[in-house]
C-alpha cells in the first residue's frame, strides 16, 4: 500500500475531528451541570456499543461462538470488567475453535 499525500491529509484530518470533537464533549461536560439520569445513561453506554456489535454475530453465529459468549458473559457477570471479558471472550472462541 502507497502512502499518498492525500492518503495521509486525510488520515491526519480524521485524526484531528476525532480528538477536537472528544476534547470538545469532555470540556463541555465539565462546564454544564448532568443530570444524574444522564450520567447514568453515559456509564452504561460502553457495553451497550459492544451488545449491538457482538449480539447480531452471535445471532448468525454457531457453537463455538455462542460458548465463547456465555464465557464473556459469566466472566462479565463476575467481574464487572469489561475488557477481561472481551478477551477471556476472544480466547474462548479461539479454543473452542480449535485453533
Known amino acids: 500500500m502507497h502512502l499518498t499525500p492525500a492518503v495521509v491529509a486525510v488520515i491526519l484530518g480524521m485524526s484531528?475531528?476525532?480528538y477536537?470533537?472528544?476534547?470538545?464533549g469532555l470540556w463541555?461536560?465539565?462546564?454544564?451541570?448532568?443530570?444524574?439520569y444522564a450520567e447514568?445513561?453515559?456509564a452504561v453506554l460502553?457495553?451497550?456499543?459492544?451488545?449491538s456489535i457482538v449480539g447480531p454475530e452471535l445471532a448468525r453465529a454457531g457453537p463455538p461462538e455462542w460458548g465463547a459468549g456465555a464465557v464473556a458473559l459469566?466472566?462479565?457477570?463476575?467481574?464487572?470488567?469489561?475488557?477481561?471479558?472481551?478477551v477471556s471472550g476472544v480466547a474462548a472462541v479461539l479454543l473452542f475453535r480449535g485453533v
Open 16 to 18: 484531528a475531528v476525532t
Open 20 to 24: 477536537i470533537t472528544k476534547a470538545g
Open 28 to 36: 463541555l461536560l465539565s462546564r454544564i451541570e448532568v443530570p444524574e
Open 40 to 42: 447514568a445513561g453515559l
Open 46 to 51: 460502553p457495553g451497550a456499543i459492544i451488545v
Open 74 to 86: 459469566l466472566v462479565a457477570w463476575r467481574t464487572e470488567n469489561v475488557l477481561l471479558a472481551l
